[in-house]
């Protein structure tokens, strides 16, 4: 899950597993949810996002799951692979806002 | 395709020296973001424009200072480097309010000595 500070979350998971990353979002008047993988040395690429009046949306081999009740999104990432090894980080706004806001991140690492 | 390109990749500063981190976009978007990662946290918000000739404070603006040139360019200037500015910084651009998402740059890492 998501968390402030020096040491990122860690998830690892062995190669054809399903991965879950969670995270927990602040504003309860966030309605825009994205998921970012970051590898090392790069910018955040775009992965997938949801609006918040959806609760379930399909990528290809990922899945976000939108839950407003307990403020909580998820990545599933389908038949983990080496290339998905990265931090993950979830972002919120308020559409319109212009000011999105980032989740601390989790390092995803697949153990080949 | 460029997408977003920012120069230079990597830059050190004695304490107060200044310098701009440049920043384009080659995808008509019509909004820019400056942001800056530190070990270990998110990204933070320092500057952005919703449109050409508009620019608006984010989260953590202080020692820092933007221009929006045109459509295409977006720069940050640091006028009096701190070593609390040591930081990877990255640009973003949208279409129109992150629809879609953000498409980044690779960053510029800057240290402050």
């Known amino acids: 899950g998501e968390s402030v500070g020096l040491h990122l979350p860690t998830l690892s998971v062995q190669e054809g597993d399903n991965s879950i990353i969670n995270c927990a979002y602040s504003n309860s008047a966030s309605d825009y949810f994205i998921w970012y993988k970051q590898e090392s040395g790069k910018g955040p690429q775009f992965i997938i996002d949801i609006r918040s009046n959806m609760d379930k949306r399909q990528g290809q081999r990922v899945t976000v799951l939108l839950n407003k009740t307990v403020k909580h999104l998820s990545l599933q990432i389908a038949a983990t692979q080496p290339g998905d090894s990265a931090v993950y980080f979830c972002?919120?706004?308020?559409?319109?806002?212009?000011?999105?806001?980032f989740g601390a991140g989790t390092r995803l690492t697949v153990k080949p | 395709n460029a997408g977003v390109t920012q120069t230079p990749k990597f830059q050190v500063l004695k304490t107060g020296q200044s310098m701009t981190l440049q920043c384009a976009q080659d995808m008509n978007h019509n909004s820019m973001y400056w942001y800056r990662q530190d070990p270990g946290m998110g990204l933070r918000l320092i500057y952005y424009s919703a449109s050409e000739g508009t620019t608006d404070k984010g989260e953590v603006p202080n020692g820092y200072n933007v221009s929006r040139l045109n459509k295409r360019e977006f720069s940050l200037r640091l006028e009096s480097a701190a070593p609390s500015q040591t930081s990877v910084y990255f640009c973003?651009?949208?279409?129109?309010?992150?629809?879609?998402?953000?498409?980044f740059g690779s960053g510029t890492r800057l240290t402050v000595v």
């Open positions: 973003a651009s949208s279409i129109y309010h992150a629809q879609g998402g953000y498409t």
């Open positions: 972002a919120e706004e308020k559409y319109n806002n212009n000011d999105m806001r």
